[in-house]
């Protein structure tokens, strides 16, 4: 009877997987009726429960274990155990749920005078036993039942936690536990409010965050883009601000500039002294600047200024440094202190010789018609001279205003040509110089401005002379392709500098070759005929060498 009502009773526990719990009451079991074991097995023949706790989960390999699992209805068995101590009275019988089989009982008990002492025991207890079960059954289900809400409430709080979301429990609870379920409920409420303003500040926040994180990169990429070298300290003097000019002038990671002072950074205290940086205790709104040379050949100039940054009150906020690179304004104000003084020495140089020789003229001295004869020729060299400064001023006027435009038209190269070269003629024949022009008989020419190629003709020839010694000898020679005409002006004069042909066609540049400094010039020559050359869609290439002389060829192309 005690085996059938067990088998009666374990489904439930086994479905639900509480072998715990049916372990702890098959060991009270077997307290109470003075039983050796209690347990349960799978058919492959694990320990599903058992009366020693410790057993459950084992595999039990011996013969009986093996043939209880294929007992299909209730038996006994007898048989001595060392263990127990004489002899075992086993009963077994296979639990079902439903049709499913779910394991085999196994009750043992001792066997006392021949006779199994636990069935003594279950005659006298045939009637109290099934009352006893029937009241442990009814406990159990009624304290599952009361506790069932208190589960179900904690798998609705699992279920938020593991969802990480400020949810309601379901409103079927009743009695204390649904008063706990409402009052939850109402504080959820509460916490969801609150988390949705806090979600919307923080929304806020990063996109505050954002929108300054976007402004500074903003801010140090218009810094980046400007040429000068930029500084920025807070009121402690440290610097916050360095753009990428400030790092390349200063040999240094930008990153490491920032937290540093200004007179760290820039290794030397000269600029920050001659911008008085030092005196805070007369600190004044004004702006100061000061040019600072780098001390090395060639260094560059550069103009800093420091800017005071103050408060609406007036107070100190640090301090803006900024360094512009002015080395190419220094230049070029230098070239046009140049240019004006070679210039007037073109200007008064002519002069005074056409006024020299009209004045001997004038007074008769010179008598000899020969004599005359050459006066008048210096006079009329001389204007020509005169002449061609004037035009190129004028032509360099037009280049720098973007109205110098061409007029093309036919022309008569060979005619263009022999003008030109007669041009120079007297320019050469003062320095005893060969002057040679080599041309085929007939020249395809291109349609072209006259009057401006024959400026670059002359122009070059110009040059070409002026920087060959006397006894010297320039040519021209034309060669009349099939795309392009090509008219070369060759020199055996002192030559360029190979590190100045880059240079040599900007305004004012003359290289610092003794030799060209004590010749008078402007340095507009070269940049005019470049650029008429270039209205034209052609060029003029040059090749030099020191000693040996210059080609200079003007490239007009055809098409």
Request: proline fraction near 3%.
């Amino acid at each position: 009877a005690l085996a059938h009502v067990i088998a009666d009773l374990a489904p439930p526990f086994l479905r639900k997987g509480e072998h715990r719990e049916l372990s702890d009451l098959f060991a009270s079991f077997t307290r109470q009726k003075g039983l050796l074991y209690v347990t349960i097995l799978s058919d492959q023949h694990r320990v599903l429960a058992h009366s020693r706790i410790e057993r459950v989960g084992q595999v039990l390999n011996d013969p009986r274990s093996i043939h209880a699992s294929e007992i299909l209805d209730f038996t006994t068995e007898k048989f001595h155990d060392v263990e127990a101590g004489g002899n075992v009275i086993e009963f077994v019988t296979p639990i079902y749920d439903g049709n499913d089989r779910l394991g085999t009982l196994r009750i043992g008990a001792s066997q006392v005078n021949g006779m199994p002492y636990a069935v003594r025991r279950v005659g006298r207890l045939a009637i109290i036993l099934p009352l006893l079960l029937l009241l442990v059954a009814g406990t159990y289900y009624l304290v599952r039942r009361w506790l069932r809400p208190l589960h179900d409430l904690r798998d609705e709080f699992d279920s938020l936690v593991s969802t990480k979301r400020f949810g309601d429990v379901h409103d079927k609870f009743a009695g204390e536990i649904g008063e706990l379920a409402e009052q939850w409920n109402a504080m959820m409420s509460v916490v969801r409010l609150e988390f949705r303003d806090l979600e919307r500040e923080a929304t806020r926040l990063e996109v505050g965050s954002r929108l300054v994180a976007y402004e500074k990169k903003k801010n140090e990429e218009i810094l980046d883009s400007l040429p000068d070298v930029v500084l920025v300290t807070n009121a402690s003097g440290e610097i916050v601000t360095a753009n990428r000019q400030a790092s390349l002038f200063l040999h240094a990671d930008r990153e490491k500039l920032k937290g540093g002072t200004l007179d760290a950074a820039l290794k030397s205290t000269e600029i920050l002294k001659q911008l008085d940086y030092f005196s805070r205790s007369s600190f004044s709104n004004k702006i100061k600047s000061t040019l600072y040379r780098e001390p090395v050949e060639g260094g560059r100039t550069f103009r800093f200024t420091l800017a005071p940054q103050t408060t609406a009150q007036g107070k100190l906020n640090g301090y803006l440094l900024m360094g512009r690179d002015i080395t190419a304004q220094v230049l070029s104000e230098k070239m046009q202190e140049d240019f004006v003084a070679s210039v007037t020495h073109e200007l008064r140089s002519p002069l005074t010789s056409i006024k020299s020789y009209i004045e001997l003229l004038m007074d008769k001295e010179i008598d000899d018609p020969r004599t005359q004869y050459e006066f008048y020729n210096t006079i009329n060299d001389e204007t020509d001279r005169l002449s061609r400064l004037i035009d190129n001023l004028l032509n360099i006027s037009k280049m720098e205003a973007g109205s110098l435009v061409i007029d093309r038209g036919p022309v008569q190269m060979r005619k263009l040509l022999q003008d030109a070269v007669r041009a120079c003629e007297g320019q050469a024949a003062k320095k005893e110089m060969r002057l040679e022009l080599v041309m085929p008989d007939t020249i395809t020419a291109p349609d072209m401005d006259k009057d401006l190629v024959g400026v670059v003709i002359v122009n070059l020839l110009s040059n070409a002379i002026k920087y060959t010694n006397n006894g010297g000898e320039v040519s021209v020679k034309v060669d009349d392709e099939e795309n392009e005409l090509l008219i070369h002006v060759h020199d055996t004069g002192i030559g360029i500098p190979a590190d100045a042909l880059p240079k040599l066609f900007k305004k004012f540049y003359r290289t610092d070759q003794p030799e060209v400094r004590e010749r008078v010039g402007s340095g507009l020559g070269l940049a005019l005929s470049k650029q008429i050359a270039e209205l034209h869609g052609g060029d003029i290439v040059v090749k030099s060498e020191i000693g040996v002389g210059s080609t200079f060829t003007l490239v007009i192309p055809k098409d």
